[in-house]
Nanobody, 120 residues
Framework: QVQLVESGGGLVQAGGSLRLSCAAS????????MAWYRQAPGKQRELVAL???????NYADSVKGRFTISRDNAKNTVYLEMNSLAPEDTAVYYC??????????????WGQGTQVTVSS
């Protein structure tokens, strides 16, 4: 069994910063990719940032230059450093990971989500 546990969400004023963390645990053989998605009320879930096992990264245009995704392979943890936050960043942020488990199968896992609220 594998689970993703997110932390770091909260309330922040516009222009402020937050760092989200997502730790994967369980019968993990390897983590192929980790990503952050977000979903605001009434909107579709969107990919915010992605980091692959080789270290390459991709960002949504709306967050490029403000957010940074990073990964600590030793801790099976992905981070999202969010700077210059604006009210439009308000959403539930979800961690996502493609993980090969010890049995050799690959699955996509989701965290429970963490609320980020940016006030003006």
């Amino acid at each position: 069994q594998v689970q993703l546990v997110e932390s770091g969400g909260g309330l922040v004023q516009a222009g402020g910063s937050l760092r989200l963390s997502c730790a994967a645990s369980g019968s993990i053989f390897s983590i192929i990719a980790m990503a952050w998605y977000r979903q605001a009320p009434g909107k579709q879930r969107e990919l915010v940032a992605l980091i692959l096992s080789g270290g390459s990264r991709n960002y949504a245009d709306s967050v490029k230059g403000r957010f940074t995704i990073s990964r600590d392979n030793a801790k099976n943890t992905v981070y999202l450093e969010m700077n210059s936050l604006a009210p439009e960043d308000t959403a539930v942020y979800y961690c996502n990971a493609d993980i090969t488990v010890q049995s050799g199968y690959q699955y996509r896992y989701w965290g429970q989500g963490t609320q980020v609220t940016v006030s003006s």
